[in-house]
C-alpha cells in the first residue's frame, strides 16, 4: 500500500476513559486561511474539567499551548509544535431576565453566527448587525468583534476563562476586559494566559436597531423595512456580496486594522485627498480605512504568488490557489504595509493573530 497524507490515520493518545489527545493533527479545516500545517497535540475539551484534565496530561508538561476558536483570525506561520486546544463547550443558557432584557450565558465553542441566529429567532436586540462574521464565541471578545456600527462590548456583561497556568477560573466584568476597538486585555496583558470558556451577553426584547452604516438602511428597506429579521438579512446579503465566503476562498476577514490617526494627519490626507472616507473620532482623532489607503496604492484585486488582495474589498488578504502557506501571505502584506507607507506615512498594523 502507498502511504499518503489521506490515508495514514491520525494518532490518537487516551488521557482518560472519555478523552483523547490527538498527535500530529491536520489543522487544515480549523483555520479559515486552509494552510496545510499540523498541530504536535491537539484537544478539543468539552466542559470546563476536561480542560482541566488536558492542561495537567502529564505527556503535555512544558509544552507550549495556543487557545483556539473558529481559526477565523489566525495565521499560521509552520506547523505548531505543543497543544492546539481549542475549547468545544456548546451551550446556549438564558441566565435571568426582566420585562426589558434577558441575560445569556453562552459556551466559548458556540458558532458565533449560529448565536447570532438564535438571538434573532427569539427577538432578542443588539447582535444582529454582527450577522455572517466567522468564528466562535470565546474568541469574540478576545478582538472585540465589531461591524456596521456594533462592537461585541456593547452588549457583553462577562467574561469567564480559566489562568492557563493556575488553573483558576476567573469572571471578568466588562470593564475589566478593557475593550477598545479591535482590542482587549485578552490581546494585550492575558495574550495566551487564558482560555475564555463563556461568554455572558445582555440582549434587548425590545429594539434599538442600527441601521446607520453605509447600505443598511437601504438593504433594510428593500427587504420589506425596518425589522430585526430584515437587519440581519440585510446585514448577510452585504457582507456575501462583499466578502468571501472563508468555507470557498481562504481568508479571514479584514487582516489589518484600520489606524487611528492624529487630525493633523488626517487634514494632510484630505487636502491630497478630498472624497477619502475617514470617520472622525472623539479626542481629536480620527479613523483612516486600510482598506481604501491598500486599494489607492494600487492593490485591489493584486495577485502575488499564491496570495491576492480581494477584489471587491481590499482589506481582506486571500489564499487565492488554494495552495498559499503563510509566507505567503506574510509577503503580500509586508509589501502592502510598505506602499501604505510610501503613499500615506502611515503604519497599518495587522488584526490577525500571527502563530508561529
Ligand atoms: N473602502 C475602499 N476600498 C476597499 C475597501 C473599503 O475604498 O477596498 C472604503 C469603503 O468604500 C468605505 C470605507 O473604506 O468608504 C470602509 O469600508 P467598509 O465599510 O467595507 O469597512 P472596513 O472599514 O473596510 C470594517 C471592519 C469589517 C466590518 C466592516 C463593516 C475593521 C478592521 N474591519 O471594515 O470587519 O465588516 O467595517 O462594519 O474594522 C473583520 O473584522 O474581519 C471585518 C470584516
Redesign the pocket.
Known amino acids: 500500500m502507498v502511504i499518503t497524507p489521506k490515508n495514514i490515520i491520525a494518532i490518537q493518545i487516551r488521557l482518560n476513559k472519555n478523552m483523547v489527545l490527538q498527535y500530529d493533527y491536520p489543522l487544515k479545516s480549523h483555520n479559515t486561511f486552509h494552510f496545510d500545517v499540523y498541530a504536535e497535540y491537539f484537544s478539543a475539551p468539552r466542559n470546563v474539567q476536561e480542560i482541566t484534565e488536558v492542561l495537567t496530561a502529564p505527556i503535555l508538561k512544558n509544552k507550549s499551548c495556543f487557545v483556539l476558536g473558529g481559526g477565523?483570525?489566525v495565521l499560521f506561520q509552520s506547523n505548531f509544535k505543543g497543544l492546539i486546544l481549542k475549547p468545544d463547550i456548546q451551550s446556549i443558557q438564558v441566565i435571568h431576565q426582566t420585562a426589558q432584557s434577558v441575560w445569556v450565558e453562552v459556551g466559548a465553542g458556540v458558532d458565533w453566527d449560529s448565536f447570532v441566529e438564535w438571538s434573532v429567532s427569539k427577538g432578542h436586540y443588539g447582535i444582529e448587525?454582527l450577522s455572517l462574521?466567522p468564528g466562535n464565541v470565546g474568541a469574540s471578545p478576545v478582538?472585540n468583534?465589531?461591524?456596521?456600527?456594533t462592537e461585541i462590548m456593547d452588549v457583553i456583561t462577562q467574561v469567564n476563562g480559566i489562568f492557563l497556568d493556575s488553573l483558576e477560573t476567573f469572571s471578568f466584568k466588562n470593564s475589566q476586559c478593557e475593550f477598545s476597538?479591535?482590542n482587549s486585555i485578552f490581546k494585550n496583558s492575558l495574550k495566551g494566559k487564558t482560555i475564555i470558556t463563556s461568554v455572558e451577553f445582555v440582549l434587548g426584547k425590545r429594539g434599538n436597531i442600527k441601521t446607520s452604516?453605509?447600505g443598511v438602511a437601504q438593504e433594510v428597506e428593500r427587504l420589506g423595512g425596518y425589522s430585526l429579521k430584515n437587519t440581519r438579512q440585510a446585514i448577510i446579503n452585504i457582507?456575501e456580496a462583499?466578502?468571501p465566503d472563508p468555507a470557498v476562498i481562504g481568508n479571514?476577514?479584514?487582516f489589518?486594522?484600520?489606524p487611528i490617526v492624529e487630525n493633523t494627519v488626517m487634514n494632510k490626507i484630505i487636502q491630497e485627498f478630498p472624497d477619502a472616507?475617514i470617520y472622525k473620532l472623539d479626542e481629536g482623532y480620527s479613523?483612516i480605512?486600510?482598506?481604501?489607503m491598500?486599494?489607492?496604492c494600487g492593490w485591489?484585486g493584486k495577485t502575488l504568488g499564491n496570495a491576492a488582495v480581494?477584489k471587491?474589498?481590499?482589506?481582506?488578504l486571500i489564499n487565492k490557489t488554494g495552495l498559499a502557506n503563510g509566507q505567503d501571505i506574510l509577503a503580500l502584506a509586508h509589501e502592502i504595509e510598505k506602499s501604505v507607507k510610501l503613499k500615506f506615512g502611515i503604519e497599518i498594523s495587522k488584526?490577525v493573530n500571527v502563530v508561529s
Do not use: D, M, T
Not at 145 to 149: F, K, L, S, V
Not at 289 to 292: D, H, K, S, T, V
Open positions: 477565523s483570525n448587525n462574521i478582538q468583534i465589531g461591524a456596521y456600527g476597538y479591535r452604516y453605509g457582507r462583499k466578502l479571514v476577514g479584514s489589518f486594522k484600520n472616507p479613523k480605512p486600510a482598506g481604501w491598500i486599494e489607492q485591489k480581494h471587491n474589498q481590499a482589506l481582506v488584526e
